[in-house]
Every structure is written in C-alpha cells, then in structure tokens.
C-alpha cells in the first residue's frame, strides 16, 4: 500500500503563540498551556485565567477556530488536542488551523 506524504505546512497554517509567560488572573479567559493539551478535545475547564487585557496581547495574531489543532511544544513535546469550544488564549504551544 502506498501513501502520500505531505509537509504539516503544505496542508494547514501552523501558527505559533508568543514566547513569553502572561501575569496569571484569578478571574477571566482561559489560557491553555502544555499541561492542560491532553489528546482528545481540549477542556478548559482547570486552566489558569488571564485577564482582558493580557487576552488581547495573547490573540492580537490569532484566535482559535473550533477544529484547529493544539500541539505542545514544551514540556511532554507534541501532544495534541482538538478545539471544540473557543474563546480562550494559548500559552507556549502550537496552533494548526486547516486551511480557511
């Protein structure tokens, strides 16, 4: 059996979140770090909350999409999580977004 192969950047946008840890809030939007990508859709309920301003610093490049992918990037390196629900920010892991 053959099977063709393709690059992950040939097939979906990869999209990289900002290098830097956020000031954490006791109350408002989720942020989803490595340890919170587990396989299988991403829950967000336990994430660490940031607030409104540190949200729009974290999504000014880009929000998650519901079907994006989450991959880690630190800690346990690439595990993966689908994205059903949205409205949250991503810490230091990788988003694939299918091609819009």
Do not use: C, W
């Not at 989720?30 to 340890?35: D, G, I, K, Q, S």
């Amino acid at each position: 059996m053959k099977f063709k192969t393709s690059r992950v950047g040939e097939i979906a946008e990869i999209i990289d979140s900002l290098h830097k840890t956020p000031k954490y809030s006791t109350i408002g939007r989720p942020m989803v770090r490595a340890t919170d990508v587990k396989y299988g859709p991403l829950k967000l309920d336990g994430t660490h909350s940031v607030d409104d301003e540190v949200y729009e610093q974290f999504s000014r490049r880009y929000k998650p999409s519901r079907g994006d992918i989450v991959i880690t990037r630190v800690g346990s390196y690439g595990n993966t999580a689908y994205v059903e629900d949205i409205g949250f920010v991503l810490g230091r892991i990788h988003l694939q977004s299918s091609p819009r």
